[in-house]
T-cell receptor, first 111, second 117 residues
Framework: GNSVTQMEGPVTLSEEAFLTINCTYT??????LFWYVQYPGEGLQLLLK?????DKGSNKGFEATYRKETTSFHLEKGSVQVSDSAVYFC??????????FGPGTRLSVLP | SQTIHQWPATLVQPVGSPLSLECTVE??????LYWYRQAAGRGLQLLFY??????ISSEVPQNLSASRPQDRQFILSSKKLLLSDSGFYLC????????????????FGPGTRLTVL
């Protein structure tokens, strides 16, 4: 079945550092890929998504490119802020099968 | 615009007591609806999903059940709670599509934190 693997962290960075959170997937067919963010005590918010190979999703300075050849959807941000501290989930949606989430990566950004 | 509500926001219940969590969606019709559980420090586990009134699919066998009495209402229930039922329960919705409903973006509610003592 479909699966998502992501680095679990925690990841601790200083403000303005470069962020990469790796995400790889296994899926049949042509899945859509998502990054969600969860701030403390809240539900998940969609951060960005990509629906086909080579698509780049972007939002709030975050980017991720759908790489079919490496089955990856790594999340990047050039300069993180304290307010980016949260848990980030990579997810996959593929027709006829469950929406699958990775285990989440906790990011802490220090001032 | 669409909004999704969950209540209560927090709940503390004794073992063996019943449970009813409610989720409602506004601003859309015939949504697909989902219940997830997030145990402490862990990822999300899909519990139930529904593509229409009275249509419930269960992903994980357990002492929980779900119902969809109205188009935009989704209820999670239990007759007798277990300690292991503690967690953060999230409701989500996505746009209806005859096929491929798990590909559409899912939008999440604020969650209910359940503690079973």
């Amino acid at each position: 079945g479909n699966s998502v693997t992501q680095m679990e962290g925690p990841v601790t960075l200083s403000e303005e550092a470069f962020l990469t959170i790796n995400c790889t997937y296994t899926a049949t067919g042509y899945p859509s890929l998502f990054w969600y963010v969860q701030y403390p005590g809240e539900g998940l918010q969609l951060l960005l998504k990509a629906t086909k190979a080579d698509d780049k999703g972007s939002n709030k300075g975050f980017e991720a490119t759908y790489r079919k050849e490496t089955t990856s959807f790594h999340l990047e941000k050039g300069s993180v802020q304290v307010s980016d501290s949260a848990v980030y989930f990579c997810a996959l949606g593929s027709g006829g099968q469950n929406f699958v989430f990775g285990p989440g990566t906790r990011l802490s950004v220090l001032p | 615009s669409q909004t999704i509500h969950q209540w209560p926001a927090t709940l503390v219940q004794p073992v063996g007591s019943p449970l009813s969590l409610e989720c409602t969606v506004e601003g859309t019709s015939n949504p697909n609806l989902y219940w997830y559980r997030q145990a402490a420090g862990r990822g999300l586990q899909l519990l139930f999903y529904s593509v229409g009134i009275g249509q419930i699919s269960s992903e994980v066998p357990q002492n929980l059940s779900a119902s969809r009495p109205q188009d935009r209402q989704f209820i999670l229930s239990s007759k007798k709670l277990l300690l292991s039922d503690s967690g953060f329960y999230l409701c989500a919705w996505s746009k209806s599509r005859v096929t491929d409903h798990f590909t559409d973006t899912q939008y999440f509610g604020p969650g209910t934190r359940l503690t079973v003592l």
